[in-house]
């Protein structure tokens, strides 16, 4: 029997976003349950891996006390010798994991943080170079050869890529006619909430009969910023009778229907994607949804090299949204082929088993 693996996510507290398939989908990877898994999560989670026998749950963390208890949770399993896995990890993580560590991170094969992007500043970067020559044992993987050049030019030893897990459960082989445009995911304004609820005024303003479905569900505190608000309280009021407005949080099952026939609309800040992966490109490609996205990032890599959608430069203004849409709809059957098509290559890209032996032959 392999050592436990502590795995570590602070905001898994039910099927919502992306942090439950990430941890579904690693486990289920190891196939012959030879490791035995602890996940430690919100403290009001949801039961959803109690059932799991490879899995042993713990209801932990605090919203407020977040990062007190990541603290003593990593000194905790420093000072105990424990395999872990911070599967979101931040510039936060790295500096708690410094305070934590009685010495140094010596030996490799013990603490791994998967760090989906990294933003590095003048003073960051003297950060990671600190952390660098610290900690040599540390292991760093990535999702993006961008983020994993970042942590090596650091001085990082032992730097990873992992492609962000990916099950195969959602994979659809079938060209589905279309349903529906879509806003899907959490509400933000950097993933262009503002710009889609514009675009609905248009749509409305041309007495266009396409359906469009938006979820804007509450994010995993239960919570909504205000300017996010003020954005769904326009959507109201323009009382668009082809809007359909998901608000109520959607399990993994209705989460990945809704790419069922859908155009994905993603009008997302190209500078601020521009190295981000992004779930919600994987889950359209993989449910065989073509895109639109913006261009010069890593979601128009993936659209552009199957052909299953348009990257567009000025994707944040509603008009050329509108352009790109009417596109896809004259050739609906092509574009959706493609993505199939494409999801089925992103499946066996993002393959789960490929960070599971990061982990395990360590």
Not at 6 to 35: K, M, W, Y
Not at 74 to 89: C, E, H, N, P
Not at 179 to 193: C, H, M, V
Request: positive net charge.
């Amino acid at each position: 029997m392999a050592p436990p693996l502590h795995i570590i996510e602070p905001t898994l507290r039910d099927q919502a976003g992306h942090c439950n398939s990430f941890v579904r989908d690693l486990v289920e990877a190891e196939q012959d349950r030879s490791c035995r898994f602890h996940l430690w999560m919100h403290c009001k989670a949801e039961k959803m891996f109690d059932d799991h026998e490879a899995i042993v749950s713990h209801r932990y963390f605090h919203r407020r006390l977040r990062r007190f208890q990541s603290l003593q949770l990593y000194r905790r399993l420093i000072v105990s010798s424990q395999r872990f896995l911070i599967t979101t990890s931040t510039n936060l993580d790295l500096i708690l994991l410094d305070l934590a560590t009685p010495g140094r991170i010596q030996n490799p094969g013990k603490i791994f943080c998967y760090v989906h992007w990294y933003r590095p500043t003048n003073l960051r970067f003297w950060f990671l170079r600190r952390m660098a020559r610290r900690h040599p044992g540390l292991e760093i993987i990535c999702p993006t050869e961008q983020v994993k050049a970042i942590f090596e030019q650091a001085g990082f030893e032992r730097v990873h890529r992992a492609p962000y897990p990916c099950g195969a459960r959602n994979l659809t082989s079938d060209v589905r006619p279309f349903r529906t445009l879509l806003y899907a995911g959490a509400a933000r304004l950097e993933k262009g909430f503002d710009v889609i609820v514009d675009f609905v005024s248009v749509l409305k303003e041309e007495k266009s009969q396409l359906p469009i479905t938006i979820q804007c569900s509450p994010n995993h505190h239960g919570e909504q910023r205000p300017k996010i608000q003020d954005q769904i309280r326009r959507l109201h009021q323009l009382s668009h009778p082809y809007l359909r407005l998901v608000e109520d949080t959607l399990d993994e099952t209705e989460y990945h229907h809704q790419f069922a026939g859908a155009l994905t609309l993603q009008p997302y800040q190209p500078k601020i994607f521009s190295d981000r992966i992004s779930g919600i490109t994987i889950d359209s490609l993989t449910a065989g949804s073509p895109l639109i996205v913006p261009r010069n990032t890593w979601l128009s890599q993936q659209v552009d090299r199957f052909e299953a959608g348009i990257s567009l430069s000025d994707v944040r203004k509603p008009r050329e949204l509108l352009r790109a849409v009417k596109q896809i709809l004259a050739d609906w059957t092509g574009y959706a082929r493609r993505a199939t098509l494409g999801g089925r290559q992103i499946a066996s890209e993002h393959d789960s088993r490929q960070l599971l032996a990061i982990l395990q032959n360590n």
